[in-house]
């Protein structure tokens, strides 16, 4: 590491980059600009590295995209020496891969952990950022980088009486480090997002009684997670750079089946055939099968009958099967489900469906969960209710640019980004995975090492060519937020009440901010926008540090 006298800037005490957050982006950040030689510092909120995975320790916790393709592309080494138990790695083997990169590469001794940044603040005389922490220091530093992730910040539960229940209460996002036991207790499950359905699968064959809280229901798929063999681990580790290479090349930065087929290029035969295929394959198979699903409404309602057929074909009760089947939204502009078993959880006699929207929950009392029709009584109620998606934790401290120009004000309509890494009006400010991304509807891992690519790439230049300050052109910025805008209108996605579109969230701005292009053209765009001594940018040059 550089030594800090070293520092461009001049002074000790400046630092190069702070990093923010120690998820799966903070962590490939951190890797990244220490190899530069940069004087780095990295906050963690939690008391160890794993961002959604330290946090997320719910019953049933498990990735839904291929553990294979959800982890880092950029050690070698790590690829290597690292083996995946199964298709889909629950959260305890998530964390121990997570503990083997940081150990591996030597990652921990740069964060300070338990500590969060309360406000960052451009300041124009000396062309550096003052960043603030809870434990009262002010930190100044050439460059922020905010790996904070887009769902980092768990939604207090907007249910009259929160916090009043005597019994056993958890929220999904906190959940303790000691083991919960539910055998022969009363169990509400309050959510039945990609939470909540894992949270059921697993709660209900252990609870004594478990109710659950369904209010939208949700598609959700087969995942038919499998232990991978030795000889299919040896052949993915030495096709590893064919893998990448193909991921990113793809829509959805992932090695998912994808289609050029569209809808109504094939028969009504081949049509249920294909879906069928997709269903036995498991995973998110299903999205793959025609290339127009998410824009061509006729083919999105042939797949959600589908989807609904195979609901009651596995509920037993076909009053509880109609009550689960999702109806009035599209199929996957809500976020898709993969579960193990969810249904057949409903087929035990000691698991109770109870529909909040015929039934609505009312309050929750000290002894339990008040609906319409009378009280529930819990031992332990577990809030699988969303997040403050995309934007909670760059608005949850005061971020201030140029002139005092503050991110929130900026973003009260909604967020307005450069590819959803840089904000004009505010210099030498980057996001990892930020809100106007290919985010939540691409592979995350594929997103932050592309981003960090692209800072990385904006600081050596700017150290290359001794300038000070950059930020996106206000047209470049205007020009990206236009795209989104078009690709937006062009899909379904943003036909159903969810996290996607801020719709979870009172009082938030509504929206399809995501950059609904894929992946591959995300990729594109940050690479032309790199081009030419990076000519989306605006510069200034280089000065002297002010005294302060
Ligand atoms: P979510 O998808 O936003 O679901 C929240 C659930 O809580 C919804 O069913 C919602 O119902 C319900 N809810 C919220 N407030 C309520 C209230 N006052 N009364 C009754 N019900 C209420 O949140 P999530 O399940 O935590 O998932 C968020 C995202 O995290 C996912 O979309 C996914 O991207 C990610 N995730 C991924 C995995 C994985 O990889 N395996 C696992 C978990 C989460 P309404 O829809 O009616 O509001």
Sequence with gaps: MKDLEASPRGAADVLDVIVVGGGFGGMCATYTFREMGLNIQCFEAGSDL?????????????????????????????????TWSEEFAAQPELLKYIDFVATRL????????????????????????????DKGDTLRTRYCVMATGPLSVQKT???????????????????PHEPVSYAGKRVGIIGVGSTGIQCVQEVGRQAGELFV?????????PMRNQKLSADYVADVKRNYAGLRAAARASTVGGL?????????????????????????LGGLCILGTFSDLMTNQEANDYVADFLREKISDVVKDPVTAEKLKPRGYPVFARR???????????????????????????????????????EVELDMIIFATGYDGLTGALMAFDVQGRDGLRLKDKWQEGPRSFLGVAVAGFPNFFMTVGPNGPSALANIIRINENDVALIARAIRHMDENGLTAMEPRQEAEDAWM???????????????????????????????????????????????????????????????????
């Excluded at 993969?338 to 529909?355: A, I, K, Q, S």
């Design 256 to 280: 998912r089946p994808q289609s050029s087929r569209a809808f109504y290029s094939v028969t009504p035969q081949t049509r249920r055939q294909l879906l069928e295929d997709a269903w036995k």
């Design 336 to 374: 898709a489900c993969l579960d193990t078993g969810y249904y057949e959880t409903y087929n035990l006699p000691n698991v109770h469906l109870m529909d909040c929207l015929e039934d609505p929950i009312l309050e929750i009392t000290e002894k339990g969960i008040r609906l319409e029709s009378g």
């Design 157 to 175: 539960p907007d249910i009259a009486g929160y916090g009043r229940f005597k019994g056993e209460s958890y929220l999904s996002g906190s959940w």
């Design 50 to 82: 794993g961002g959604v995975w330290f946090w997320n320790r719910y019953p049933g916790a498990r990735v839904d995209l291929p553990s294979i393709d959800y982890s880092f592309s950029f050690a070698p080494e790590i690829e290597q020496e690292w």
């Design 482 to 548: 236009e795209a989104i805008r078009a690709a937006a209108g062009r899909t379904l996605l943003s036909k159903a009440k969810t996290w996607y579109v801020g719709a979870n969230v009172q009082g938030k701005s509504q929206g399809l901010t995501m950059f609904t292009g894929g992946f591959a053209k995300y990729a594109e765009a940050c690479e032309d926008a790199a081009k030419d001594g990076f000519h989306a940018f605006r510069f200034e040059p280089a000065r002297a540090l002010a005294a302060e």
């Design 106 to 133: 030597d990652l921990r001794k740069h964060f300070r952990f338990n500590t969060r940044i309360t406000g960052a603040r451009w300041d124009e005389a000396s062309g550096l950022w003052h960043v603030s922490t």
């Design 213 to 221: 809280f369904q209010r939208t229901p949700s598609f959700t798929m």
